[in-house]
């Protein structure tokens, strides 16, 4: 296997995870926070998607899809276009609230389908081109695309942890 099909592998993992975790919740299971800090998993699911359409947008130079395809519009949520979910405090976790898990896999489907264009051409000396000087050492494709499933895993890991108490309630 190449290491662009790795990749979409990795990445197709985490859309499947996704709409297992989703599937058959309501609007308000959804919303459910084991306490009054807890992420739900709208928010959990919402903020794992932002960051991959985030950061893939900004390495494959395009726009997101969250703006550029309206959802932003379609969820409605009280916060600044570009916001991610990085750094919510828990009122703001408490507001990510969505009429139904379609809305949560639409997107994530939408998001999924544009990395699957990014890595599908990549070569694994793409993989070293730096894409933020920012940090020390500065940090290549290969290391954002890590980056960015190892959140998304985390979070749709922690998802699936609040799925597994709502259920057994």
């Given amino acids: ?41 709208a928010w959990l699911v919402w903020h794992l998607t932002r960051i991959q359409d985030d950061h893939i947008a900004d390495v494959a130079g395009t726009e997101q899809v969250w703006s550029e ?48 264009a990014f890595v599908g051409p990549l070569t694994g000396a793409a993989l070293d081109r730096v894409v933020d000087e920012a940090w020390t050492p500065p940090v290549t494709l290969g290391v954002r695309l890590v980056s960015v499933l190892s959140d998304d895993l985390q979070h749709v890991g922690q998802a699936a942890f609040v799925r597994g108490a709502l259920l057994r309630r």
Avoid at 74 to 84: G, K, N, Q
Wanted: some cysteine; glycine content about 12%.
């Fill in 1 to 41: 296997m190449n290491c662009a099909g790795l990749l979409a592998d990795a990445f197709g993992r985490i859309r499947t995870a996704v709409h297992d975790v989703v599937e058959g919740l309501d609007a308000d299971a959804l919303a459910v926070r084991l306490d009054e800090g807890a992420n739900s998993i």
């Fill in 69 to 116: 395809q309206g959802w932003a519009d379609r969820f409605a949520l009280p916060f600044a276009v570009r916001a991610t979910g990085y750094g919510h405090t828990a009122r703001e976790v408490a507001q990510v609230r969505v009429p139904s898990g379609g809305l949560l896999t639409g997107y994530h489907d939408a998001v999924h389908e544009r990395t699957l």
